[in-house]
């Protein structure tokens, strides 16, 4: 059964950086600044490695399903009753890829008296209320996206397994990788997926934590995707052992409060849940439900980060304290701060977003590698000290001749778009910054003291 307290592993970040060889204050690579930054080669950050490995790099190879995985879904599809899936596929990837957030109860409200307020002000023709609203509810399905919950039964769910187990699959692992990178002594012994759906996430769970995962919850409200998930562990049939032992499925969360996992997971989920208040009450749960790491991940769009940001900011409020586990929570990846998202409350608002490179089942339709776009968020339980955190490249890398452009997210809680050179920072940074991918860190410390904020802040009051 799930652990109630599992090991503390993130007692402080002190000791998280000590593991990922992040150099303290007095031995930082450089001070990087809109000037002329000064740059210590002496700190042996690198120890013997080369720079194309320095500690940064969270870089993860193009990933690959596991054989049975890839051949059981194959067998599935192919003993299925399913007609024009290759159409069907690419209808449900563009839905779920456009999808916005359903439109809240009270913006709805907010809509609707405007809208009455203009017809009112525009026109005399309404000669009874009736009219006033009838014309009000047909401008506002005009112009109201209309959100609906996707009903997975058995057809549509093998659709969803076409379309998105291996995109989901990548997604997911480049988010375990980067906890198995940063802090490689973490050896969890319990997850909890929310939202399983074909159950992709125990599968990169396995291949990350095979050696010491013991209990694999799968929490998916489709009983039709539990059946799926559950197949597919199966080789694709319903009888037969199951690939990974320990999972076990079931539609509702578990009650009981002391229950806890070291890794909960909700991929591709918060999407799902009709309203904000509900999204609410479901991160908080999964809160309550974590010992170690809460992994978050949505599709690497503008509506996928905000629900990001809005979890993480519920999180971080810690306005519902446990009484069972009262350790607060940090950003452990990617955010190198617990501020605001200066993505969002820039003048032009841009995604969050990273990608990860995958090879894709080999259907007939879909042969050649592909990238996942995705957003995540990964929170994690304990007291961290203040310390230098190393900024996170938000975009990819622009190398040019003698010099670099990174767009980076840093510690102080801004954007910084640096162009670094040899000369001016130094053989190290800039080799370091030269092998450097979308989503890495860049090991260079920003105090935020030498660098002057994009926007003036109000004084405090």
């Given at each position: 059964?799930?652990?109630?307290?599992?090991?503390?592993?993130?007692?402080?970040?002190?000791?998280?950086?000590?593991?990922?060889?992040?150099?303290?204050?007095?031995?930082?690579?450089?001070?990087?600044?809109?000037?002329?930054?000064?740059?210590?080669n002496?700190?042996?950050?690198?120890?013997?490695?080369?720079?194309?490995?320095?500690?940064?790099?969270?870089?993860?190879?193009?990933?690959?399903?596991?054989?049975?995985?890839a051949?059981?879904?194959?067998?599935?599809?192919?003993?299925?009753?399913?007609?024009?899936?290759?159409?069907?596929?690419?209808?449900?990837?563009?839905?779920?890829?456009?999808?916005?957030?359903?439109?809240?109860?009270?913006?709805?409200?907010?809509?609707?008296?405007?809208?009455?307020?203009?017809?009112?002000?525009?026109?005399?023709?309404?000669?009874?209320?009736?009219?006033l609203?009838?014309?009000?509810?047909?401008?506002?399905?005009?112009?109201?996206?209309?959100?609906?919950?996707?009903?997975?039964?058995?057809?549509?769910?093998?659709?969803?397994?076409?379309?998105?187990?291996d995109?989901?699959?990548?997604?997911?692992?480049?988010?375990?990788?980067?906890?198995?990178?940063?802090?490689?002594?973490?050896?969890?012994?319990?997850?909890?997926?929310?939202?399983?759906?074909?159950?992709?996430?125990?599968?990169?769970?396995?291949?990350?934590?095979?050696?010491?995962?013991?209990?694999?919850?799968?929490?998916?409200?489709?009983?039709a995707?539990?059946?799926?998930?559950?197949?597919?562990?199966?080789?694709g049939?319903?009888?037969?052992?199951?690939?990974i032992?320990?999972?076990?499925?079931?539609?509702?969360?578990p009650?009981?409060?002391?229950?806890?996992?070291?890794?909960?997971?909700?991929?591709?989920?918060?999407?799902?849940?009709?309203?904000?208040?509900?999204?609410?009450?479901?991160?908080?749960?999964l809160?309550?439900?974590?010992?170690?790491?809460?992994?978050?991940?949505?599709?690497?769009?503008?509506?996928?980060?905000?629900?990001?940001?809005?979890?993480?900011?519920?999180?971080?409020?810690?306005?519902?304290?446990?009484?069972?586990?009262?350790?607060?929570?940090?950003?452990?990846?990617?955010?190198?701060?617990?501020?605001?998202?200066?993505?969002?409350?820039?003048?032009?608002?841009?995604?969050?977003?990273?990608?990860?490179?995958?090879?894709?089942?080999?259907?007939?339709?879909?042969?050649?590698?592909?990238?996942?776009?995705?957003?995540?968020?990964?929170?994690?339980?304990?007291?961290?000290?203040?310390?230098?955190?190393?900024?996170?490249?938000?975009?990819?890398?622009?190398?040019?001749?003698?010099?670099?452009?990174?767009?980076?997210?840093?510690?102080?809680?801004?954007?910084?778009?640096?162009?670094?050179?040899?000369r001016?920072?130094?053989?190290?940074?800039?080799?370091?910054?030269?092998?450097?991918?979308?989503?890495?860190?860049?090991?260079?410390?920003?105090?935020?003291?030498?660098?002057?904020?994009?926007?003036?802040?109000?004084?405090?009051?």
């Amino acid at each position: 059964m799930a652990t109630v307290r599992g090991p503390s592993y993130l007692l402080t970040l002190g000791r998280w950086r000590r593991g990922v060889g992040v150099a303290p204050r007095s031995r930082a690579l450089a001070a990087l600044v809109p000037g002329v930054s000064q740059v210590d080669n002496k700190s042996g950050f690198l120890g013997k490695r080369p720079h194309r490995r320095h500690p940064g790099i969270l870089k993860l190879p193009c990933v690959r399903l596991p054989r049975a995985l890839a051949d059981a879904a194959q067998l599935m599809l192919l003993d299925s009753a399913v007609t024009n899936v290759e159409k069907q596929v690419q209808a449900l990837t563009n839905y779920l890829w456009s999808r916005h957030l359903p439109v809240e109860p009270g913006e709805l409200q907010r809509r609707a008296e405007h809208l009455e307020k203009k017809f009112l002000e525009n026109s005399d023709s309404f000669q009874t209320e009736e009219k006033l609203r009838g014309a009000v509810l047909h401008a506002l399905r005009k112009t109201t996206y209309h959100w609906q919950e996707l009903s997975y039964n058995e057809g549509l769910s093998l659709v969803y397994m076409a379309a998105r187990l291996d995109g989901g699959f990548a997604a997911v692992s480049r988010a375990f990788h980067e906890i198995r990178t940063q802090l490689p002594e973490f050896q969890p012994k319990t997850l909890m997926d929310f939202g399983s759906g074909t159950g992709s996430v125990t599968w990169a769970a396995h291949s990350i934590w095979g050696q010491s995962l013991r209990e694999y919850m799968c929490v998916d409200s489709s009983a039709a995707m539990l059946d799926l998930a559950e197949k597919l562990l199966k080789g694709g049939s319903e009888n037969g052992k199951l690939y990974i032992p320990g999972v076990f499925f079931r539609q509702f969360l578990p009650v009981s409060p002391k229950v806890q996992f070291n890794v909960v997971v909700s991929a591709f989920s918060l999407s799902e849940l009709p309203s904000k208040a509900d999204r609410a009450e479901i991160v908080q749960t999964l809160w309550r439900k974590t010992s170690d790491f809460l992994i978050l991940v949505e599709n690497g769009t503008k509506a996928g980060h905000c629900l990001l940001m809005e979890a993480r900011d519920l999180v971080l409020k810690g306005k519902e304290k446990s009484p069972l586990d009262p350790r607060p929570g940090f950003v452990f990846a990617p955010c190198p701060h617990e501020l605001p998202c200066p993505q969002l409350t820039a003048s032009k608002p841009l995604a969050c977003s990273f990608s990860q490179a995958y090879h894709p089942i080999p259907f007939s339709w879909s042969k050649k590698p592909k990238e996942e776009k995705f957003s995540m968020v990964i929170l994690a339980r304990g007291s961290p000290e203040e310390a230098n955190r190393w900024p996170r490249i938000t975009q990819p890398v622009l190398k040019r001749p003698r010099h670099v452009h990174c767009h980076l997210c840093c510690p102080d809680g801004h954007m910084q778009h640096a162009v670094l050179t040899a000369r001016r920072h130094g053989r190290d940074l800039y080799r370091c910054a030269r092998v450097s991918s979308w989503g890495d860190l860049l090991p260079v410390t920003t105090p935020s003291e030498l660098l002057p904020s994009p926007v003036e802040d109000p004084p405090e009051s």
